[in-house]
Structures are given as structure tokens and as C-alpha cells.
């Protein structure tokens, strides 16, 4: 599916999100950079959006896995075209089986993917495993708004405009239909946290983003 939509991925994004991921995603990474990472993993790293933030925060080296080989060229094309070939590797890679060792990055992140992993303790456990001990976990991804009237208009626009717009300009009709049910089943706020603490985690914090519509969650190793 991700494979399908790739072309018109990006601009999908901040199309149907009013621009509003490029002010969540410098947030995330205003957080990591916090801690001065040196390494970073990026998990579900798509077309490098996250990665290419995360240059602001100097890090050595920055590393992006994804599952979606057509999402990583369109990626890989973008790094290209802002010289950082020496700053930021994408290659594919199953983000419940990373293939690094322990201990090897001092941050590791992840921006609207973790909602897609077939097994999300295992995900993140994986995320846990390869984290240097002190280092931080970063997640950003959609929440559920709780408040009147904008948890009735998210609801009306996630269910009826963006499925509508997303078909029409992806060509895909299943990808934009996708996003509200499996942000739907999403365990958001202190139950995704519980999930990060389950697996090693400690110092968690939640940080609701627009409303409620997105959150930022971190923690520790």
C-alpha cells in the first residue's frame, strides 16, 4: 500500500494536515536534540521527512529502515538532492527485526509508524534493545481528541473528507481509508505509555500535540 502512494506521499502530507506535520515534526526533534545524540535510528523512516529534521540537531550519523522500498528512493532522492548522502543512510529493513546489535544508537524514533506494526510490543522492544542505556525513545503519531467540537470535526474529517481527497489525489483507494481505522485502534495517551514502560522504557511522557490530534510520546533506556 505504502509502495503504492509513494509518489504522492509528501504531498499528501502536508496537504491533508495544512502543514501542521512540519511544526509537529520540529517539535519531536527539538525534544531529541535535547539530549545531544551523536547516532539515530529512525524507524518506519518513510521518505526521510523525520531524518532530514533531525540534521538541525547535529547529530554524527542518522539512520532510516523502512519496509517500503519505493517510499525509500523517493527518500534517497530527497537526501541526494540536499547533499547529505554522508549524513543520512535509508536502506530497507523490518522494524519489528532490526538487524543492528545492542546498544547501538543514542536516539531512536519514530513518526507515524508505529500504528502500522503488525506486533507493537515487539516493535518497540526492538527500539528498546538497540537504544544506548540512558538514551531516548521518541514516538509522534496521531491521537484521538477528547474535546468538544474537535474530536466531532477530526471524527468527520478523518472518516469522510481525508479517505475522499486521499483517493482522488493517491490514486489509491485503500491507503486514506486505512489511516483513521488504524489510528482508531491506536492504544494513544497513558495506554501507550503503559505499553512503553512494559517494555523497558522508563521517565515516560506524553505530550499532546494540536488538540489532541497528535502526540509525542518519549522515554528512557
Known amino acids: 500500500m505504502f509502495n503504492n502512494i509513494a509518489h504522492r506521499y509528501d504531498f499528501l502530507n502536508h496537504f491533508l494536515s495544512a502543514g501542521i506535520d512540519f511544526v509537529w515534526r520540529k517539535k519531536a526533534i527539538k525534544i531529541i536534540g535535547r539530549t545531544y545524540p551523536k547516532s539515530i ?28 522500498k519505493d517510499m525509500l528512493e523517493v527518500g534517497r532522492d530527497k537526501i541526494r538532492k540536499k547533499a547529505l548522502e554522508g549524513l543520512i543512510t535509508l536502506e530497507t529493513g523490518d522494524s519489528e527485526n532490526l538487524r543492528f546489535e545492542n546498544n547501538s544508537f543514542d536516539a531512536v524514533m519514530v513518526a507515524f509508524g508505529v500504528r502500522n506494526f503488525e506486533n507493537l510490543e515487539k516493535g518497540l522492544s526492538e527500539m528498546f534493545r538497540v537504544l544506548n542505556k540512558g538514551g531516548i525513545v521518541m514516538v509522534l503519531e496521531f491521537s484521538k481528541p477528547e474535546k468538544f467540537p474537535v474530536k466531532q ?4 474529517y478523518f472518516r469522510y473528507i481525508l479517505p475522499f481527497l486521499g483517493r482522488v489525489i493517491s490514486g489509491d483507494s485503500s491507503a486514506y481509508t486505512y489511516l483513521p481505522d488504524s489510528v482508531g485502534s491506536f492504544p494513544a495517551g ?22 489532541g490530534i497528535a502526540s509525542i510520546y518519549t522515554g528512557t533506556k
Request: charged share 20%; proline share 4%.
Open 190 to 211: 497513558e495506554q501507550f505509555l503503559g505499553i512503553l514502560r512494559k517494555v523497558g522504557f522508563s521517565n515516560t511522557v506524553h505530550n499532546p500535540l494540536t488538540f
Open 153 to 156: 470535526l477530526y471524527n468527520f
Open 41 to 68: 535510528l529512525d524507524v518506519a523512516t518513510g521518505t526521510g521527512d523525520l531524518a532530514i529534521e533531525a540534521v538541525k540537531i547535529r547529530p554524527n550519523k542518522i539512520t532510516g529502515i523502512d519496509i517500503a
